[in-house]
């Protein structure tokens, strides 16, 4: 009954190769989120998409590619890894906003990627 | 950009203790929300304040709002080891933007 999962939970890698984290929520939630969080603990969104469509895109190198088949999934492919790709990168999903209120954000627990 | 600045960075209390942690925004917002991380683990949300609230309780939780100060604070009473985690404060900006802007947390340590 998990609500948002990603796999996997530990990716170890060396540089230059290319990798996939894969996010799946069964909240039926129109939107979901990649964010990245440093060594700091700060925590940046990365990408969002709303019924598979691209709405947020920061800056992010576009070795970083994510794809969303459908609305329960969104996956994030990174090309060509370097050593500062090296954190936890968090999938969230959200319902759709109501009024002028905004929704609360569900996260998956993570993954830790660590370049080498 | 970072939205959100939270004080103090780190904080140790003894259990039955209250804590208190800060956190300060730029922009005008929607609504402010704080959410915990306990170590190794995902973000869970805590509650939510709207911009035109000013204060808010969940259980052992209080949050306050100040839009005119653009600050926040969030008093957790009767603190328990089980609360020892990270708290950040999370703004969903008046852009409309779907996406939480995230402050840079306090790691709150709970002493049994």
């Known amino acids: 009954d998990t609500a948002v999962s990603q796999t996997p939970k530990y990716l170890v890698t060396q540089m230059g190769n290319d990798k996939s984290i894969k996010c799946e929520q069964n909240?039926?939630?129109?939107?979901m989120y990649w964010y990245k969080q440093d060594s700091k603990k700060f925590l940046k969104i990365m990408f969002s998409?709303?019924?598979?469509?691209?709405?947020i895109n920061e800056t992010v190198p576009n070795r970083f590619s994510p794809k969303s088949p459908d609305k329960a999934h969104l996956n994030l492919h990174i090309n060509s890894l370097e050593l500062g790709d090296s954190a936890v990168y968090f999938c969230a999903s959200s319902p759709p906003k109501s009024g002028t209120g905004g929704a609360k954000q569900y996260f998956g627990p993570g993954t830790r990627l660590t370049v080498t | 950009s970072q939205q959100g600045e939270e004080d103090p960075q780190a904080l140790s209390i003894q259990e039955g203790e209250n804590a208190t942690m800060n956190c300060s925004y730029k922009t005008s917002i929607n609504n402010l929300q704080w959410y915990r991380q306990n170590s190794g683990r995902g973000l869970v949300h805590l509650i939510l304040i709207r911009s035109n609230e000013r204060e808010k309780h969940s259980g052992r939780l209080r949050v306050t709002l100040d839009t005119s100060k653009k600050s926040s604070s969030l008093l957790i009473t009767a603190s328990r080891a089980a609360d020892t985690a990270s708290y950040f404060c999370a703004t969903d900006e008046y852009t409309g933007r779907r996406a939480l802007t995230f402050g840079s947390g306090t790691r709150l340590q709970v002493q049994p």
């Open positions: 998409y709303n019924n598979k469509e691209l709405i």
């Open positions: 909240l039926g939630h129109d939107t």
